[in-house]
């Protein structure tokens, strides 16, 4: 048989040979048949940061469905975050992103050898997940949202809000070892420079967040610092609606509060720190391991201020105070 190749068909073969390898470190899907099979779980309380991470795998270019399966599980409590969290530890995961601390804490219950990324946590070296930040050196990586000296920045935010602010309760939700007691040395710290008095009031169900408000309103706190937590998030409305009533001003670890209602939040851009769990997702996706992908903390922090809320609790907040915030709202 006589081939009869003409110099264009030879020149087209050998582009597409040269090409080839580039194409194929571009795309997304493995060479098995196998698409990448992911879970992600967030508790009901985080009401845009999943839309972000989503957003931000579709901006990398992956296509749910066809590049990669995501198994999304959304907690509304304790119980059902338990139970989702088994059935995830049991499937046959590359990867799992926890929003937070209490996720991957059940992940790891349930299976200790399962690779995470973290979106948002206190505590990632205190609890175990990691070595180092730098370095975290085993199967779990992602954000810690709680750097040296940011809560004593909270109480000091409040205290110059606030005139004659003497007594401070602190509204604890972490889960955990560590996160906590890193929050309540800060704050303890920073409250005897500056002349206050701050007492922990610790909540790890609903339950109890509705009895530690209810014990906080009985001690006559005139102020509040919320701690991380994830349960505190979900229960924003509730717990802003509450101080509102008792005019207790207080100072959030999530802008979402304000937009509850609540007076004023310093805080991390808490969606970028979701885009950010979805690029390490797909750098582990494409070969690098979770341990050699330091965790980061958020770059930025911001400090919002509501005017009606201070309005609602009979509150002036200051020309000079206004001056230090980054965003104030109406």
């Known amino acids: 048989m006589i081939l009869n190749w ?12 040269a090409l080839a390898p580039i194409l194929l470190s571009c795309s997304h899907r493995p060479a098995s048949d196998r698409l990448p099979r992911i879970g992600f779980m967030i508790g ?5 940061m999943e839309a972000a991470f989503f957003a931000e795998l579709a901006r990398l270019g992956y296509v749910v469905g066809d590049d990669l399966i995501v198994e999304t599980r959304r907690s509304r409590d304790s119980a059902q975050l338990q139970s989702q969290a088994a059935e995830l530890a049991a499937m046959d995961l590359d990867l799992l992103v926890a929003a937070a601390l209490p996720q991957a804490l059940a992940v790891r219950t349930a299976n200790p050898n399962m690779p995470m990324v973290v979106g948002t946590a206190p505590g990632l070296v205190s609890n175990g997940f990691a070595s180092s930040l730098d370095r975290p050196g085993g199967i779990v990586t992602g954000m810690d949202e709680l750097p040296e000296g940011v809560t004593g920045r909270r109480l000091g935010y409040l205290h110059a809000a606030v005139p004659g602010l003497s007594r401070v309760a602190l509204l604890s939700t972490t889960p955990g070892r560590g996160g906590h007691e890193a929050q309540l040395a800060d704050a303890e710290e920073a409250a005897a420079e500056l002349g206050l008095a701050v007492t922990p009031y610790r909540a790890a169900n609903p339950a ?13 706190m005139d ?6 937590g994830g349960l505190s998030l979900g229960r924003r409305h509730a717990i802003v609606r509450f101080l509102e009533a008792r005019r207790i001003p207080a100072i959030y670890q999530s802008r979402h509060f304000v937009e509850a209602g609540g007076l ?17 997702v797909d ?9 050699d992908l330091p965790i980061r903390h958020p770059s930025h922090y911001y400090l919002t201020v509501s005017r009606s809320a201070a309005a609602a ?9 206004l ?8």
Do not use: H, K, W
């Open 223 to 228: 102020g509040l610092v919320n701690f991380q």
């Open 313 to 321: 609790i009979g509150l002036t907040l200051s020309p000079d105070f």
């Open 6 to 17: 003409s110099r264009r068909s030879i020149l087209d073969l050998s582009i597409c040979a």
């Open 264 to 280: 004023m939040a310093y805080a991390p851009d808490q969606d970028e720190q979701f885009r950010m769990a979805a690029r390490y």
């Open 283 to 291: 750098r582990i996706l494409r070969g690098a391991r979770p341990g």
């Open 44 to 48: 009901e309380g985080y009401p845009t």
């Open 323 to 330: 001056s230090r915030a980054d965003f104030v709202v109406a």
């Open 208 to 220: 109890e967040v509705e009895t530690a408000l209810a014990a906080i309103a009985s001690d006559r």
